[in-house]
């Protein structure tokens, strides 16, 4: 699956690049932190495809200044508003992030850890997916930054193994060298996989557009 990341100014905007997505992407996620304003209603409630409500922060590659409890308080009204999945993040504290996964909506819970430093060795990449998966999250999102080729298959295998103990998960790396592992997250059975609508529209480094990911998809699967 292929999910598109909307960056927009305001819900206008926001409204406009979904409606361009969702005739490209399975699914789209709207950056709520690099927007000056935003009407939730009205962006879940003109979404034709599955809407990931994602509220990043600055230490884990968001945009926005937003506190703790202003991005808790807007992921539960997304919750609320009948968002598909929301995007809370490990580091949150605990109470805040315990708010949303507990919150009872029908929304599904994306726990994520963004490590924009590098790529952690093995046996710590996989203390940090059984972390993630112990606070109940529906989907684990996993993401690091490649410096050389062979962290993407450090990052990769942490696939086969949250699909053995039944867990949903996102895995691959940033940066350019991280490209491999946005294709290969899907083929290996990752839940999706992140594209940008234009090349200059990227949401994180090393973000091909969706064209490119579907291109290359399409040559890969047998």
Do not use: W, Y
Not at 19 to 45: K, P, Q, Y
Not at 154 to 162: C, D, M, S, Y
Not at 193 to 212: H, I, K, R, V, Y
């Amino acid at each position: 699956m292929i999910c598109v990341s909307i960056m927009a100014r305001d819900t206008a905007e926001a409204l406009e690049k979904m409606a361009r997505a969702e005739t490209l992407a399975d699914a789209v996620e709207v950056r709520l932190d690099g927007m000056a304003s935003f009407d939730l209603n009205a962006l879940i409630s003109g979404a034709t495809r599955p809407l990931i409500v994602t509220h990043r922060s600055r230490r884990e590659g968001g945009k926005g200044t937003a506190t703790h409890e202003i991005r808790t308080r807007h992921l539960l009204k997304a919750m609320e508003a009948g968002a598909r999945f929301v995007d809370v993040e490990l580091s949150m504290p605990l109470g805040h992030r315990q708010q949303i996964l507990r919150n009872g909506s029908k929304a599904k819970v994306i726990v994520s850890a963004h490590i924009r430093n590098g790529t952690p060795s093995f046996p710590e990449l996989e203390a940090l997916l059984r972390k993630a998966a112990a606070t109940g999250a529906d989907v684990v999102k996993i993401v690091t930054m490649a410096r050389r080729m062979e962290d993407n298959l450090e990052v990769l295998r942490l696939i086969p193994l949250a699909r053995a103990m039944g867990q949903e998960i996102i895995a691959f790396c940033m940066g350019p060298l991280g490209k491999l592992s946005r294709i290969a997250c899907t083929l290996l059975g990752g839940f999706l996989t992140f594209a940008s609508l234009e090349e200059n529209e990227a949401a994180a480094p090393g973000q091909m557009t969706c064209d490119q990911t579907k291109t290359i998809l399409e040559l890969l699967r047998p």
